[in-house]
T-cell receptor, first 114, second 115 residues
Framework: GNSVTQMEGPVTLSEEAFLTINCTYT??????LFWYVQYPGEGLQLLLK?????DKGSNKGFEATYRKETTSFHLEKGSVQVSDSAVYFC?????????????FGTGTRLTVIP | GAGVSQSPSNKVTEKGKDVELRCDPI?????LYWYRQSLGQGLEFLIY????????KSGLPSDRFSAERTGGSVSTLTIQRTQQEDSAVYLC?????????????FGPGTRLTVT
C-alpha cells in the first residue's frame, strides 16, 4: 500500500539556520511526490513537487529531490526566515495503482525564531 | 480567479445531529476530493469524485458519512448522527484532471466541533 513517513516535530530553528525535514515513502507504483505547507490561519497550499525519479522540486528557496533508491523526498532550505514558520506536509499520489487521492505524512511544525 | 471555497467556515453541532458541509471547486476542475484533518489522525482522505465516474468512497470512515457532487461542480459532504470523534477540519480540494502531476488546490476548510 501507499504511506508517507515524515520527521516528527516540532522543529525550532533560529533565523538563517539550515532546514531539513525528512520524508520517506512506500508506494506500489511510481508516485508523484509533494510538499504542502500550511501557514498559520491559512489553508493548505502546494510548496513544490516532483513527478519522477531524480526530479528536483523547488520553490521559495526550498528544495526536495525525488530519490527512488532511498524512497525519500527530504525538504531542505539553506537559510530559513521567520516567515517560514508553518506546518509542512509530505505527500504522495499514485494514480497507476488506482488511488487518485493524496497520502499525507503527519506534518512537521516548524518555528523560526529571530 | 476564485479558488476553492467551503462553507460554513465553522460549525458547532450537538452529538447526534446531522450536518452538511459544502464545497465549491475551482470552475472547470473535473476532480474533487474531501479530506479530514484531525488531531492524532493527521490528514486523511475521505472521498474522491472524477467527472461522471462513480466516486471513490474508500476513505469514508463509516456509513454515517456520504457525499454528493451535483452537475459535476458543487459537492456536499453529509455526516449523519454526528459523534464527538467527527470533530475535525474538513478540507475540500479540486484539480483540473486526475493526472498525478496535477496540483490539488485546497479550500480553507470547515472546522466541525461536535459537543
Amino acid at each position: 500500500g501507499n504511506s508517507v513517513t515524515q520527521m516528527e516535530g516540532p522543529v525550532t530553528l533560529s533565523e538563517e539556520a539550515f532546514l531539513t525535514i525528512n520524508c520517506t515513502y512506500t508506494a506500489t507504483g511510481y508516485p508523484s511526490l509533494f510538499w504542502y505547507v500550511q501557514y498559520p490561519g491559512e489553508g493548505l497550499q502546494l510548496l513544490l513537487k516532483a513527478t519522477k525519479a531524480d526530479d528536483k522540486g523547488s520553490n521559495k528557496g526550498f528544495e526536495a529531490t525525488y530519490r527512488k533508491e532511498t524512497t525519500s523526498f527530504h525538504l531542505e532550505k539553506g537559510s530559513v526566515q521567520v516567515s517560514d514558520s508553518a506546518v509542512y506536509f509530505c505527500a504522495l499520489l499514485d494514480p497507476p495503482t488506482g488511488a487518485n487521492n493524496l497520502f499525507f505524512g503527519t506534518g512537521t511544525r516548524l518555528t523560526v525564531i529571530p | 480567479g476564485a479558488g476553492v471555497s467551503q462553507s460554513p467556515s465553522n460549525k458547532v453541532t450537538e452529538k447526534g445531529k446531522d450536518v452538511e458541509l459544502r464545497c465549491d471547486p475551482i470552475s472547470g476542475h473535473t476532480a474533487l476530493y474531501w479530506y479530514r484533518q484531525s488531531l492524532g489522525q493527521g490528514l486523511e482522505f475521505l472521498i474522491y469524485f472524477q467527472g461522471n465516474s462513480a466516486p471513490d468512497k474508500s476513505g469514508l470512515p463509516s456509513d454515517r458519512f456520504s457525499a454528493e457532487r451535483t452537475g459535476g461542480s458543487v459537492s456536499t459532504l453529509t455526516i449523519q448522527r454526528t459523534q464527538q470523534e467527527d470533530s475535525a477540519v474538513y478540507l475540500c480540494a479540486s484539480s483540473a484532471t486526475d493526472r498525478g502531476s496535477d496540483e490539488q488546490y485546497f479550500g480553507p476548510g470547515t472546522r466541525l466541533t461536535v459537543t
